[in-house]
């Protein structure tokens, strides 16, 4: 029953901005964290942005000072800011949540559908 759906993903000028949200729904008991990773063809994926239940956050040296992961007002919500962008950081990125369900008795890590950011010279 639990289910991420993210959004904001495009097409963006280099030194633009871009803000993606990720809201996790369903029966939830609790999260312990959020994040996104990222993936461009012919890389590896990577971690991005985490944010922890206890709002502590991470950030892959690449995107520090430059992207900033935070819960959304909305509840189960959280947006990753991502200013300056570089055509580099052109990828898919992909939400996830560490999350325990209402019925469940660990965590497991849940996928939102991925999102296209493409940031043009």
């Known amino acids: 029953q639990v289910q991420l759906v993210e959004s904001g993903g495009g097409l963006v000028q280099a030194g633009g901005s871009l803000r993606l949200s990720c809201a996790a729904s369903?029966?939830?008991?609790?999260?312990?964290?959020m994040g996104w990773y990222r993936q461009a063809p012919g890389k590896q994926r990577e971690l991005v942005a985490v944010?922890?239940?206890?709002?502590?956050?991470n950030y892959v040296d690449s995107v520090k000072g430059r992207f900033t992961i935070s819960r959304a007002n909305a509840k189960n919500t959280v947006s990753l800011q991502m200013n300056s962008l570089k055509p580099e950081d052109t990828a898919v990125y992909y939400c996830?949540?560490?999350?325990?369900?209402?019925?469940?008795?660990?965590?497991?890590?849940?996928w939102g559908q991925g999102t296209q950011v493409t940031v043009s010279s």
């Open positions: 996830y949540g560490q999350i325990t369900a209402g019925w469940g008795r660990r965590s497991y890590v849940y």
């Open positions: 944010i922890s239940g206890g709002d502590s956050t």
């Open positions: 369903g029966s939830i008991f609790s999260i312990n964290a």
